[in-house]
């Protein structure tokens, strides 16, 4: 499908201060007690995953942060990428093949529109869907992809108002799903031994943290290749909020046992002026930049008070627009001693704690830091990965929680309330600064003692990494193929945004659902109008039954004449194999295939058109041992094949 501009799609409301107007909660609404859960609706707190041997994923949006995470997911011992979609779809395209050329099995692919995702999520062969869109795409993608029965990592922030991040805890709740943030920094070697220390009373009573996301990107801002469609440096023209404050506030708030013993209640926000960006444009943007047509609005400095029921105090502070070191500041303090991080030492972190020190001075962390280790620091030294093997640790204990059926770490409840600083600083601004009330995400189970990031040791599953049969063929699909004409946006046969049209294929025999002879088979053509009906070939693995001549596959082809090779298991364990091959949709029977249904003209994005041109369907057989039962169907690595149906003919 051709590309749909973020900026046309979303420009006209964000540019109008969407977050303001989409918050959906002002100081007094936010003090208005939590929604009743709905009937059957239940809580989520130590829900554990239903165990999976293999932890099949898709992943949403793979340009600078999803791109570096689709390695780390692959990597996982027992997990397997089986989709990916960006709405650049040239993007997903070379992560599917970086995946190939390291060995995995190939995903299919989506992209093209803002809406390519919807194929992803209606794919059988996806267990958790990580997302790493821009902001304004999280709470779409993460809703619709718990309502396709899917598990959720999505990266920060997962919603950025509070009707948004309610949504998504009631979805969550009534699709019995998890959804987490892909909190990296939580699995930092720093943060995880504060949280250890933390837990073995090393602070005393721990009365105050300190968090933040201090990180300079201005030249990143400005760089016309980094951030899609400018993105990033858009929000900054949209109101004044703590957009990005989860890094810091995430590990103080498990160290300090939000929502397992405490919760926030209320939150004031400050904020500086907004100079930074606007400097910084003045001094290094040439004029003529279409960033020259912007006022940036968001104050350089967004300072957030986080009270909580015990009468304890957090900070974050957020800036992304001023000249300054990286920092999380990374901070916890309590009655007897505080841990501070990027504190310039040889560990990076210091330590003050009585009794032990009495002279004022700061101690380096180090040796705390190898007494206090994680133990999924210690495992998993070595592995390497992203922001110092954080984002490998993440990964590997995602996949591992999803294998071992064990409760998440991370889950909606932590989620949205170190998101809810977002909208709710937007709020507490507009007041003056005045405190404003943080829900009770839970509704009322904060004050129970669960672990979190105080986990047990456990180990990863053995085995898996391989993908069980899938039922039918239908469980393999992962393309839209045909769609009606009255609605042809959906398709996307060619990668193109192209696709046949049901009304032609319906005259030509081919109607929804119907059952037709090809080849001497009997096969069912695929229900689904404008919705996933075939399968790219990618080598999956299909159930199919029966004992016949020749196994028949119907279908067509991208390109020019792709084939590959069909594999047969039979029930005794025996294979055979074949090479099938279907021509180019648009062009005549060759290669050994025969054409079944032609159709005029094809469905384009803008309608039905190309009426000079025919549009066929073909069917190739491979030949079978008719004494054995056929078992399963391996289908080619070839993705230029797609394939409708299936069966075994007399």
């Not at 190939?100 to 059988?124: D, K, N």
């Not at 939000?258 to 926030?264: E, L, P, T, V």
């Not at 309590?334 to 040889?346: D, H, I, N, S």
């Amino acid at each position: 499908m051709a590309e749909i501009s973020r900026r046309s799609l979303f420009g006209g409301a964000l540019a109008t201060g969407a977050l303001a107007v989409g918050v959906g909660s002002t100081a007094a609404s936010a003090a208005v007690p939590p929604p009743p859960r709905q009937t059957g609706q239940t809580s989520m707190i130590d829900v554990a995953f239903p165990a999976h041997s293999t932890v099949r994923i898709g992943l949403i949006g793979v340009g600078n942060r999803g791109g570096s995470m689709s390695g780390e997911w692959a990597r996982v011992p027992g997990c397997v990428v089986t989709a990916v979609c960006d709405i650049r779809r040239d993007r997903a395209q070379g992560i599917a093949d970086q995946l190939v050329a390291a060995g995995r099995p190939r995903p299919a692919v989506h992209g093209g529109s803002a809406v390519s995702y919807q194929a992803l999520l209606a794919q059988a062969d996806v267990d958790l869907v990580y997302i790493a869109t821009p902001w304004e795409f999280h709470y779409a993608q993460a809703r619709d992809a718990m309502l396709a029965g899917k598990h959720v990592s999505v990266e920060l922030p997962i919603a950025t108002s509070m009707t948004e991040l309610w949504s998504l805890v009631d979805t969550s709740e009534r699709t019995r799903k998890h959804l987490m943030l892909a909190e990296n920094v939580c699995y930092g070697s720093h943060e995880l031994a504060m949280v250890k220390m933390a837990q073995a009373g090393v602070f005393g009573e721990i009365t105050n943290g300190h968090g933040g996301y201090l990180h300079d990107l201005r030249a990143l801002l400005f760089n016309d290749g980094y951030y899609t469609d400018d993105w990033r440096r858009l929000w900054h023209t949209r109101s004044t909020a703590s957009f990005y404050h989860m890094h810091g506030l995430a590990p103080v708030a498990a160290a300090m046992d939000i929502n397992r013993g405490d919760r926030f209640t209320t939150v004031n926000a400050t904020a500086t002026a907004a100079r930074g960006l606007a400097d910084y444009r003045q001094r290094f943007v040439p004029a003529g930049h279409r960033s020259w047509n912007e006022t940036y609005v968001n104050g350089d400095l967004v300072t957030c008070h986080l009270k909580t029921a015990k009468g304890y105090d957090i900070r974050t502070a957020h800036d992304v627009s001023t000249p300054r070191p990286y920092s999380r500041i990374n901070s916890v303090a309590g009655t007897r001693g505080l841990f501070e991080g990027y504190a310039g030492t040889a560990s990076g972190s210091r330590v003050y704690f009585e009794p032990s020190h009495t002279d004022h001075g700061w101690r380096d962390f180090g040796t705390y830091g190898e007494q206090y280790k994680h133990w999924l620091v210690a495992k998993l030294a070595g592995s390497g990965g992203g922001h110092g093997g954080m984002d490998f640790i993440m990964t590997w204990r995602t996949v591992q929680l999803m294998r071992s059926g064990l409760v998440p770490d991370i889950d909606v409840y932590d989620s949205a309330a170190w998101c809810a600083p977002i909208p709710l600083s937007v709020d507490s601004l507009a007041l003056g600064g005045a405190a404003v009330e943080v829900p009770d995400f839970t509704r009322g189970d904060w004050s129970r003692s669960r672990p979190g990031l105080d986990s047990p040791v456990s180990d990863m599953p053995t085995g898996g990494g391989t993908l069980a049969p899938l039922p039918n063929l239908a469980a393999a699909f992962d393309c839209v193929g045909s769609t009606s004409e009255t609605n042809t946006v959906p398709g996307d046969f060619d990668g193109f945004g192209n696709s046949f049209s049901a009304e032609k294929l319906t005259a030509a025999g081919l109607a929804p659902g119907a059952t037709f002879t090809a080849l001497g088979a009997s096969i069912q053509w695929p229900t689904g109008v404008g919705k996933i009906n075939n399968a790219r070939g990618r080598g999956q693995v299909v159930k199919q039954t029966g004992r016949g001549s020749k196994l028949v596959l119907v279908g067509s082809g991208i390109g020019t004449l792709p084939s590959g090779a069909v594999t047969v298991k039979y029930t005794d364990g025996t294979t055979t194999q074949g090479t099938i091959a279907f021509p180019n949709w648009v062009t005549p029977a060759a290669g050994g295939a025969t054409a079944i249904a032609t159709t005029t003209g094809r469905n384009r994005p803008t309608g039905y058109g190309d009426t000079a041109y025919k549009y066929t369907v073909f069917a190739h057989s491979v030949a079978l041992d008719p004494a054995k039962t056929v078992d399963t169907v391996t289908l080619p690595v070839n993705s230029n094949l797609h394939f409708f149906g299936m069966g075994v003919a007399p």
